[in-house]
């Protein structure tokens, strides 16, 4: 493992992630490390096929990149200095001429809201020279926050790609758009795509800051306030918005028009600034929460940055017999933490929800908002043993972000370890390994060597 300082990012470079959701870093290993990885990737995926989740282990070098200063230092930035690098990862190979389409990838668990806040990030590898002719990925600037496609043409002038000499990265927020653009040349074109998560909310800034209030990108103004609430949540400062504007009738009742507009940039706007509008802003959001499902879900982001004066509110939600308020309430509740202490009890209530899907739901928001271990850790116990596979892999990560105060849950986990899903595995051993006390030690430890495998034996080289 290395010891280098992480180099941090600054506080442009945060601001243009946090506005355009994508940065571009280089690091300073030698073109000879970029070919060799090449040279073992074609080999492998001619005589192997892809590796899959295996791909690090496959191809050790690889392991130096999570370890050189830039690519920690950025992470660190982003995440947090305990960030986790996630058990899916991928090799993406692409050597033809027609493009990838516009996506979003999927959660861990799947349909889940996809939070402002960087609560995951991903990290693009390309090894190998790739001009915009050979395929790189291409990404569409600002849309992170943005549920909805809000452009047409498959191509457009607004698309900003991860082109560039071998040893070029992309670090890209989670959640934004993008694609495989077209490979005009034809020749292989490999990406390496990892994932990374959060496993605690930030206290402070984790990057090189200098800056404690907002300011915009070069005049951007396109994510505020949206911008300004995840700068200053990433500072440590949890709805710091809240109730900061004078609630003005007319224009609370201007921006709850909004809320249904056709443009949804515009609609989210709306609801931050609801936010910021004390009672009446709050008022009007939990209104549109009731409403259909775009709306309720668009309501939801305000209130989840709305303070205290929200949370009575949402607890009532929690009754409602649409589903989708329910889901959007213990989102809303989850993300302001400690200004939601009361709704731990609420949201562990909501385990024998029908639903799977609020269920993940209420998994993943205990192991954001964890505000009382002694209740939230049998909560997740109970969601370990869920019949839901996507329930059991949500509670292993929220474990993780629980660490060493989920001791109680190793045996839960032990039992996890021999499920048919590799996630549930995965997230089982992960949260082994943040829990760190000597009992989930030697599970993890014993479970690694019955599962140990060499990274050498291949179908042409078994022994």
């Known amino acids: ?54 791909i690090l282990p496959r191809i050790r070098d690889l392991q130096r990149v999570f370890e050189n200063p830039v690519i920690t230092g950025a992470l660190t930035s982003v995440l947090g200095p305990n960030y986790l690098l996630h058990t899916h ?21 799947y349909n889940r809201l996809r939070n ?13 020279d790739t001009p915009i002719e050979l395929g790189p990925t291409g990404v569409m600037p600002g849309t992170q926050y943005q549920d909805s496609r809000n452009f047409v043409s498959d191509e457009t002038a607004e698309e900003a790609t991860a082109n560039g000499e071998a040893g070029t990265f992309a670090l890209i927020h989670y959640d934004i758009w993008h694609r495989s653009t077209p ?18 909310a930030p206290q402070s800034p984790t990057w090189d800051n200098q800056e404690q209030s907002w300011t915009a990108v070069a005049g951007d103004q396109s994510n505020d306030p949206i911008a300004e609430e995840v700068w200053n949540w990433m500072s440590g400062r949890t709805a710091a918005l809240a109730n900061t504007k004078s609630a003005d009738a ?61 949370v009575e509110g949402l607890l009532q939600a929690l009754r409602a ?105 995965g997230h089982a051993l992960e949260a082994l390994r943040y829990i760190g006390t000597p009992e989930a030690h030697e599970v993890l430890i014993q479970e690694l060597f019955n599962t140990r495998w060499c990274s050498d034996t291949t179908p042409a080289s078994t022994f």
């Open 1 to 54: 493992m290395t010891t280098a300082q992480p180099l941090l990012l600054t506080d442009e470079q945060i601001k243009s992630f946090i506005t355009d959701g994508f940065l571009i870093l280089k690091t300073d290993f030698p073109r000879e490390f970029h070919e060799r990885l090449v040279e073992q990737l074609n080999t492998i995926y001619d005589t192997e096929g892809n590796p899959g989740n295996n």
């Open 89 to 109: 990862r991928h090799g993406h190979y692409n050597s033809v001429p027609k493009p990838g389409g516009w996506h979003k990838d999927s959660y861990w668990g």
């Open 116 to 128: 402002h806040h960087p609560w995951w990030a991903m990290i693009m590898y390309f090894p190998q």
């Open 183 to 200: 490979n005009l040349i034809g020749k292989p074109r490999f990406m390496l795509k990892f994932e990374f998560m959060r496993t605690e």
């Open 250 to 310: 007319a224009e609370v009742a201007s921006l709850s028009a909004r809320l249904s507009g056709s443009e949804e940039p515009d609609a989210l706007n709306a609801a931050y600034e609801l936010a910021t509008r004390g009672e009446a802003g709050i008022q009007a959001l939990l209104g549109a929460l009731e409403q259909e499902k775009k709306v309720s879900r668009i309501a939801s982001y305000g209130l989840s940055v709305a303070g205290e004066g929200a």
């Open 321 to 425: 017999e649409n589903e989708d308020v329910v889901n959007h309430a213990i989102f809303a509740l989850s993300e302001l933490r400690g200004h939601a202490d009361q709704a731990v009890s609420h949201i562990e209530a909501q385990l024998d929800h029908p639903s799977a899907r609020i269920r993940r739901t209420a998994v993943d928001a205990l192991g954001i908002i964890s505000a009382n271990a002694k209740l939230v850790v049998p909560a997740l116990i109970k969601g370990l043993q869920d019949e839901d596979t996507q329930v059991r892999f949500t509670a292993g990560l929220s474990l993780v972000r629980i660490g060493k105060d989920a001791a109680e849950a190793v045996p839960a986990l032990a039992e996890q370890l021999t499920h048919e899903n590799r996630y549930v595995r």
